[in-house]
């Protein structure tokens, strides 16, 4: 149980396209689901929280209006990258949030040309 | 702003040696100390800590909590090679549980 599950697993883009990235809990629901930004060897960076029917919580340095959640459903959050630049090439991880435990989704990689 | 830090940043040992992580933290509302591993994808739950001087154990790998001190360790006895990977200590806090990592430890294991 407690699976969670990102598409896609790999994108490439041209800089100033936008990127939506999914996150699903397949076998739970999710009031709460935590985006992530890795950057090549180094740790994993909170973005913002993400709570079902209400508005994202973001981190400190996280541009809202450019990273744009939405967490419509109680099994699905999205995370759409706007007018994506080759800096924003990067690894997204989601979690969702189960009885006090973060389960993880495989990862996103992001490449922007 | 809570923080956690881990050491070393990486290590380089041979199989059969044992290794030890530190990861010490600075925190305000403690929750839990969690302990992952991440090979080329996401993390994967190795540990959640709560109780300060119980020692988790999973086979090879033990940790254990510090919470007078404010540190917790992660043990890898008879390392493998498969045991390559980065190590990721995060704290769980806050009224949404949220994580705070660690820079992590590349530990890299020779046949």
């Known amino acids: 149980g407690a699976v969670v599950s990102q598409h896609p697993s790999w994108v490439i883009c041209k800089s100033g396209t936008s990127v939506k990235i999914e996150c699903r809990s397949l076998?739970?629901?999710?009031?709460?689901m935590f985006w992530y930004r890795q950057f090549p060897k180094q740790s994993l960076m909170l973005m913002a929280t993400?709570?079902?029917?209400?508005?994202?919580?973001?981190e400190q340095g996280v541009e809202k209006d450019k990273f744009l959640i939405n967490h419509a459903s109680l099994t699905l959050s999205t995370l759409t990258v706007t007018s994506a630049h080759p800096e924003d090439s990067s690894f997204y991880i989601c979690?969702?949030?189960?009885?006090?435990?973060?389960?993880f989704g495989p990862g996103t990689r992001l490449t922007v040309l | 702003e809570d923080k956690v830090v881990q050491s070393p940043l990486s290590l380089v040992v041979h199989e059969g040696d044992t290794v030890t992580l530190n990861c010490s933290y600075e925190?305000?509302?403690?929750?839990?100390l969690l302990w992952y591993k991440q090979e080329k994808k996401a993390p994967t739950f190795l540990f959640m800590l709560?109780?300060?001087?119980i020692e988790k154990k999973s086979g090879r790998l033990s940790s254990i909590l510090d919470k007078k001190e404010l540190f917790s360790i992660l043990n890898i006895t008879a390392t493998q090679t498969g045991d390559s990977a980065v190590y990721l200590c995060?704290?769980?806090?806050?009224?949404?549980?949220?994580?705070?990592f660690g820079k992590g430890t590349l530990l890299t294991v020779n046949p």
């Open positions: 995060a704290h769980s806090g806050g009224s949404n549980y949220k994580l705070t």
């Open positions: 076998d739970f629901q999710a009031t709460t």
């Open positions: 993400s709570n079902e029917g209400s508005k994202a919580t973001y």
């Open positions: 709560t109780s300060s001087g």
């Open positions: 925190v305000t509302n403690f929750r839990s």
């Open positions: 979690s969702a949030f189960l009885y006090n435990e973060q389960f």
